[in-house]
């Protein structure tokens, strides 16, 4: 038997010819930049599969002036929608961004191939163009700018696959703990999820660092499920678990859909504390009990909304 390096280095030689021979078996032409615009090696990113077929491959070249080369057949996510997940995960707001179409041109196989383009400020950009057997060729770019973007077909995905052996690993930031606020576990973990999807809207609407969860969300959550089995006198591990994720889920709802709940403090309150209530069972019989359990029926077609309302219309 051979030591652990070697049976990694079978494995993987073994992975690098099963997903060679499935880009090849998919009949989906793969393209890399050219050799003359390339701004490192080519590696293997990935690829999708649509019901047991390849339907995009994805190469890159990382570094500081990042590419990647995505050859797809069916649906392709808009140019837009790219940059503004690429401008996001690099921590800049897109909103501040000026947004440019200028004309463009993508060299496929040395001939020259109108295309769509789209730059966010003067770092990032997406290009892309569609060849005459249906493969739609989307370049995407941080700080590299090739006038004109230039491609060929990959013949062979074997050299690319195989540098991913020498790719380093990635360093994790070091982890820093963090003390869990003090309170009523339910609550400052309902106050976290709020934060949270305000949060998330503001990144959606204007990119910048992309929210994270904070260090200590496990264990809030941990410290709710044993609160949860405390306050309801029932030791089911799997019932308190599904008790917070409908709590959790049912005011992050209420914050999406109801502008009473995001707007009015005292009502937002008062309906925290009647779910708080209602999912320990201290008090099951709150006012918003019929909106709850609309809520907890809405697959069955109950108007959760509507329910919700009539309770805060009726709120003094």
């Given at each position: 038997m051979g030591s652990l390096s070697e049976r990694r280095q079978e494995r993987f030689a073994e992975q690098t010819a099963r997903i060679t021979r499935e880009i090849h078996g998919s009949g989906l032409r793969v393209f890399a930049l050219a050799a003359a615009v390339e701004p490192a090696d080519a590696l293997f990113g990935n690829l999708e599969e649509s019901d047991g077929e390849i339907t995009a491959v994805r190469v890159e070249y990382p570094g500081p002036a990042w590419v990647q080369v995505e050859s797809a057949r069916g649906h392709s996510a808009p140019l837009r929608l790219l940059l503004e997940q690429l401008v996001g995960r690099d921590g800049v707001r897109f909103a501040d961004l000026a947004w440019t179409s200028p004309p463009a041109t993508i060299l496929v196989d040395g001939w020259p191939q109108r295309a769509e383009t789209l730059r966010a400020g003067d770092r990032w950009q997406a290009?892309?163009?569609?060849?005459?057997?249906?493969?739609?060729?989307?370049?995407?770019?941080?700080?590299?700018?090739?006038?004109p973007v230039a491609v060929v077909t990959l013949t062979d995905p074997a050299p690319m696959l195989d540098r991913l052996a020498t790719v380093p690993p990635v360093e994790l930031p070091p982890y820093n703990p963090e003390p869990i606020p003090a309170g009523e576990p339910h609550r400052v973990l309902i106050e976290t999820i709020l934060c949270r999807d305000i949060e998330h809207l503001k990144w959606l609407a204007e990119g910048g660092p992309m929210p994270?969860?904070?260090?200590?969300?496990?264990?809030?959550?941990?410290?709710?499920?044993?609160?949860?089995?405390?306050?309801?006198d029932d030791r089911d591990a799997e019932r308190a678990e599904r008790a917070i994720g409908d709590m959790e889920?049912?005011?992050?709802?209420?914050?999406?859909?109801?502008?009473?709940?995001?707007?009015?403090?005292?009502?937002r309150e008062q309906a925290i504390s009647e779910i708080l209530l209602r999912v320990t069972g201290l008090a099951p019989d709150v006012p918003s009990a019929t909106a709850q359990e609309a809520w907890r029926h809405r697959s069955e077609g109950r108007d959760w909304r509507a329910a919700w309302s009539d309770w805060a219309a009726g709120r003094p």
């Open positions: 290009t892309r163009c569609q060849t005459h057997d249906g493969v739609r060729i989307t370049v995407l770019s941080r700080d590299w700018d090739a006038d994270v969860s904070p260090v200590y969300a496990g264990e809030l959550r941990q410290a709710a499920l044993l609160r949860q089995m405390d306050l309801s889920h049912l005011v992050s709802s209420l914050q999406h859909a109801a502008a009473w709940f995001r707007d009015d403090a005292d009502l």
